[in-house]
């Protein structure tokens, strides 16, 4: 099975939750592994109510399209 493959197979989507963890100043990732929206937001309360961690937000990335990074840098 060639890569391309692979990738076709499984989810066109990423989900990634960014905030800043407590004690820190600046933003990271703070999880990876949510396989849905949904999931990431409820992974989005735990961190925001029990862990502290404050501008948390869901970055969802589509594998399905063509990145345009020439938009994404202006």
């Not at 029990?50 to 589509?62: E, L, M």
Request: charge should be positive; hydrophobic fraction near 35%.
């Amino acid at each position: 099975m060639r890569l391309k493959d692979y990738i076709n197979e499984g989810s066109r989507e990423e989900f990634v939750v960014w905030g800043i963890p407590k004690g820190k100043k600046k933003e990271e990732i703070l999880f990876t592994k949510a396989n849905s929206k949904k999931e990431a937001d409820k992974i989005k309360k735990i961190l925001t109510d029990k862990h502290g961690c404050t501008k948390v937000r869901v970055q969802v990335i589509d594998f399905s399209t063509k990145p345009d990074f020439v938009s994404a840098i202006k």
